[in-house]
């Protein structure tokens, strides 16, 4: 079993920056892959940005030259750096965690961007 927890969630400004961190906790194989999905209202799930173990990362369109991922393989932790954040970033931000066994889901953590 692992557990995946999500902070750093909060209210900013458009134009400002935000920070989100995942730690990932149980069981878990030495190859895997986190990602960081988000979910507004009435919307798809979508992905954000995700990276293996080895550093290779990937990113969706939306998000490239605004957010950059990465990891702490020693702590198992995933950090997001988001900046010149607009309002349609606004929504539910979750951690994902993949490996050969199973994969599994954070609880999610809110992200808002308003004047």
């Known amino acids: 079993q692992v557990q995946v927890v999500e902070s750093g969630g909060g209210l900013v400004q458009p134009g400002g920056s935000l920070r989100l961190s995942c730690v990932a906790s149980?069981?878990?194989?030495?190859?895997?892959?986190m990602a960081w999905y988000r979910q507004a209202p009435g919307k798809q799930r979508e992905l954000v940005a995700g990276?293996?173990?080895?550093?290779?990362?990937n990113y969706a369109d939306f998000v490239k030259g605004r957010f950059t991922i990465s990891r702490d393989n020693a702590k198992i932790t995933v950090t997001l750096q988001m900046n010149n954040l607009k309002p349609d970033d606004t929504g539910v931000y979750l951690c994902?965690?993949?490996?050969?066994?199973?994969?599994?889901w954070g609880q999610g953590t809110q992200v808002t961007v308003s004047s």
């Open positions: 990276i293996f173990r080895s550093g290779v990362t």
């Open positions: 149980g069981r878990m194989f030495s190859f895997y892959y």
């Open positions: 994902y965690y993949w490996d050969q066994s199973s994969d599994y």
